[in-house]
C-alpha cells in the first residue's frame, strides 16, 4: 500500500470535538498557507487553503492585518474608486442602460463572522435594497503568494452554474485592487459544526434529515460531473429553518463524469476516503465516503478515526470501526465501505434512497423544502449573528486597504466579476472587470 507521505498543510489535533486544520495564517507556514497536493507521478501542485467557509468559524486561523481603516480606505479620497470603463462595459451600458454597478461601495459591512488565513467573511447589507448577504473578502496578494488563484476561480466557476436549495448561492463577485469579493446567501442558522460542538452529538432523527438534504447536494453536484471532496461539519450551512447549504467549493473538482478518476491529494484528512488516502485514484464514490464520516460524526460527536496524522492515515485505510452500541443497525449498516465498488452510492443514487436509515423521508416532499426540520436554530431576524463565534463578532469590522498589485498580477484575476441578474441578462463574464461589474 502506497500511502502518501505527510503533507505539512494537513494537520490534525486530538480532542473529543475539534475542528481540522485546513486554513493556515503566513506565520504558520512561512507564507506557504496552501495544502499541497501531489499527484502519484511525483508531481506537485498547490491546492487552496484560501477559502473560507461563509458561516466563519475557522477560529484557528489568524489574518492579520494592520492600520484598520474605514472602507472608505479603498476607494480614493472620496470613497469612489476611478475606473476607466472597458470598450465591452460601455458596450455594456449602451445594451442595458438601466443596469448599476456593484462594488464594495453598494454594501453596508455590518459585522466581521468568520476569519481565516487570507480573508474574512462579513455580514453585509445591500444598500439599495437592504437585503442582507454574507461577503467572502479575501487579499489577493495572498492568494498570488500561495498560488492559489486558480482555485478561487473555481469556486466561483462552479457556484456560477449551481442553483439548488441546499447548496449556497452565489449573487455577486467583484473586485478592487487588493481584494476580491464574493457576496452569497447569509445562512445565518451558523454551520453543522458550531451546532455539534454545542451539543456533542445529534439524535438521529436530526442526523437522517441533515444528511438526507446533503445527500440531494451531493446528487445534484455529481449530475454535473462535479466532486466537493471536503465535505465535513464545518462546510454545511444552516437557514434559520434548519434546511442546510452545502459550501465551500475551492476544493471540488469538475468534468469528472461516471468512472473518471483523479489523484490529487487534498480536503481534511479525518474526511479523506481510504482510495485518496492510498493514491490510488479516486471519483465519485470519495463524496459517498465522507458522507459515512459525516453520519458518525453527527452521531458520535466525532470522526470514526482519530490521532496523528501519519496513524489516522493508517486507521482510515486498515483500523477497524468500532460501532458505538448506541448507533441503529440501519446507521451502522449504512455507513462505511472501504471497497468503493461496494460503497452505498457507488451503485447510483437510488440505493442511498431506498435505505432503511432514510425510510422516515419523502424525497420529494424534501427537496421542494415542504419537510419540517427536526433541528431549527435560534434565529431572531435576518441580520441575527448569535450563531457565529463573538470572538468575530465583535471585532472591529473595518476593511482596509491591501498591497496594490502589479499589471502582469492584475491580469491573473480577469474574468472574475459577475453577477446573478448579469449572468441571466448576456450568459456571460466582463473580460476587463476592473473593480465594479455591472447588473
Not at 507521505?5 to 507556514?29: C, G, H, M, V
Not at 445534484?220 to 471532496?229: K, P, S, T, V, Y
Not at 476516503?273 to 460527536?301: C, F, H, N, Q, R
Request: proline content about 4%; some cysteine; charged content about 30%.
Amino acid at each position: 500500500m502506497n500511502i502518501p507521505k505527510s503533507s505539512p498543510a494537513i494537520s490534525t489535533k486530538n480532542s473529543r470535538r475539534r475542528k481540522p486544520q485546513l486554513y493556515f495564517s503566513e506565520e504558520e507556514d512561512n507564507g506557504r498557507a496552501d495544502d499541497i497536493k501531489k499527484s502519484h507521478d511525483g508531481t506537485e501542485e498547490n491546492l487552496s487553503q484560501a477559502f473560507l467557509t461563509m458561516s466563519g468559524l475557522n477560529e484557528r486561523n489568524s489574518f492579520n492585518e494592520d492600520n484598520r481603516n474605514s472602507i472608505d480606505g479603498q476607494f480614493g479620497m472620496k470613497g469612489e474608486m476611478l475606473v476607466k470603463p472597458a470598450p465591452e462595459e460601455m458596450e455594456a451600458n449602451t445594451l442595458y442602460p438601466q443596469r448599476s454597478r456593484v462594488s464594495m461601495a453598494d454594501f453596508e459591512i455590518l459585522k466581521m463572522i468568520g476569519k481565516g488565513g487570507y480573508g474574512s467573511v462579513y455580514q453585509v447589507k445591500k444598500k439599495d435594497d437592504g437585503r442582507i448577504y454574507a461577503m467572502k473578502v479575501l487579499r489577493k496578494d495572498f492568494l498570488i503568494k500561495t498560488r492559489n488563484v486558480e482555485y478561487t476561480k473555481t469556486e466561483k466557476d462552479v457556484l456560477i452554474n449551481i442553483d439548488h436549495p441546499f447548496i449556497v448561492k452565489l449573487h455577486y463577485t467583484f473586485q478592487n485592487e487588493s481584494k476580491l469579493c464574493m457576496v452569497m446567501d447569509l445562512l445565518n442558522g451558523g454551520q453543522v459544526f458550531y451546532h455539534l460542538r454545542k451539543s456533542l452529538m445529534f439524535n438521529e432523527k436530526t442526523a437522517v434529515f441533515f444528511t438526507a438534504q446533503v445527500v440531494l447536494a451531493i446528487e445534484h453536484l455529481h449530475a454535473l460531473d462535479i466532486i466537493h471532496r471536503d465535505l465535513k461539519p464545518e462546510n454545511i450551512l444552516l437557514d434559520s429553518r434548519g434546511n442546510i447549504s452545502l459550501t465551500d467549493f475551492g476544493l471540488s473538482k469538475e468534468a469528472m463524469g461516471d468512472g473518471k478518476r483523479t489523484d490529487t491529494f487534498c480536503g481534511t484528512i479525518e474526511y479523506m476516503s481510504p482510495e485518496m488516502i492510498k493514491g490510488e485514484g479516486y471519483g465519485k464514490p470519495t463524496d459517498w465516503w465522507s458522507v459515512g464520516i459525516l453520519i458518525w460524526d453527527m452521531l458520535a460527536g466525532k470522526p470514526p478515526f482519530e490521532g496523528k496524522e501519519n496513524s489516522l492515515r493508517k486507521l482510515i485505510c486498515n483500523g477497524k470501526l468500532n460501532v458505538p452500541k448506541y448507533f441503529s443497525a440501519a446507521a451502522a449498516d449504512l455507513l462505511l465501505n472501504r471497497d468503493e465498488g461496494r460503497r452505498m452510492g457507488s451503485r447510483g443514487i437510488a440505493e442511498i434512497k431506498e435505505h432503511k436509515f432514510f425510510k422516515d423521508i419523502n424525497w420529494r416532499q424534501l427537496a421542494s423544502c415542504e419537510l419540517v426540520s427536526p433541528f431549527r436554530p435560534n434565529v431572531y431576524g435576518d441580520d441575527d449573528t448569535s450563531n457565529f463565534s463573538e470572538e468575530f463578532t465583535k471585532q472591529n469590522c473595518a476593511i482596509t486597504p491591501g498591497v496594490r498589485l502589479t499589471d502582469s498580477q492584475e491580469d491573473l484575476f480577469k474574468g472574475f466579476s459577475w453577477s446573478h441578474s448579469y449572468h441571466d441578462q448576456r450568459m456571460t463574464h466582463d473580460d476587463d472587470d476592473d473593480e465594479e461589474i455591472e447588473t
